[in-house]
């Protein structure tokens, strides 16, 4: 079975933009949950989706939005983007919220 | 002040030797996550736990939820097992709180 993929995996912007990132949970995985890592950082938790609603919220700006689709994919989109959010955006899915998550490999933003 | 401390932030040891990385966290939690980071960013999930102690091949991860500490545990290191590891709390609001992560080096 394919473990969880995102697109792109690589992206550059210039600030300002608005960028939408992918992800593809693995076969059967209800919830996917999306995570900000900055370079040298531990990753932050920006948002978990289950059965298309959110369930759990981090703390960043409304720039950061993302939806679940019926085929249990999500997108993340970010406006408005600064230098700031040039991270590795992680995607991870689970059976449901409670269960154990599978990473995807990320995607590595850079915002210029 | 983080949600969740891990310890030690970097860790060297020599093949063989028995290692241990520290998690504290100050959130009332519904579970606790251990994750391995290898360079270049890969997550790989090691134990989801919410109470007593897990073992999988050389890895060992245990909790005292009185004591809000977890400790991962690695038994007869290896230098396959160089990477960060990361601790992550999620709260009973659903929400996850990571620690910074230990990088380790393990040395043959």
């Known amino acids: 079975d394919a473990g969880v993929t995102q697109s792109p995996t690589h992206l550059i912007k210039t600030r300002g933009q608005h960028v939408t990132l992918r992800c593809s949970p693995i076969?059967?995985?209800?919830?996917v949950s999306w995570y900000q890592q900055v370079l040298g950082q531990g990753p932050q938790f920006i948002f978990q989706?289950?059965?298309?609603?959110?369930?759990g919220r981090g703390n960043f700006p409304d720039r950061f939005s993302a939806r679940q689709f019926p085929n249990y994919s999500s997108e993340l989109n970010v406006n408005a983007l600064l230098l700031g959010d040039s991270a590795l955006y992680l995607c991870?899915?689970?059976?449901?919220?409670?269960?154990?998550?599978?990473f995807g490999p990320g995607t590595r933003l850079t915002v210029l | 002040k983080n949600e969740v401390e891990q310890s030690p932030q970097n860790l060297t040891a020599q093949e063989g030797e028995f290692i241990t990385i520290n998690c504290s966290y100050s959130?009332?939690?519904?579970?606790l996550h251990w994750l391995q980071q290898h360079p270049g960013g890969g997550i790989v999930s090691l134990f989801m736990?919410?109470?007593g102690k897990k073992k999988h091949g050389r890895l060992i991860a245990t909790i005292n939820i009185q004591e809000k500490h977890s400790s991962l545990h690695i038994t007869a290191s290896h230098p396959r097992d160089s990477a960060v590891y990361i601790c992550?709390?999620?709260?009973?609001?659903?929400?996850?709180?990571f620690g910074t992560g230990t990088s380790l080096t393990v040395i043959p």
């Open positions: 959130v009332g939690i519904s579970a």
């Open positions: 992550a709390a999620v709260n009973t609001g659903n929400q996850f709180y």
């Open positions: 991870a899915s689970s059976l449901d919220y409670y269960n154990e998550q599978f």
């Open positions: 736990l919410s109470s």
């Open positions: 076969s059967g995985h209800k919830s």
């Open positions: 989706y289950y059965e298309k609603e959110e369930r």
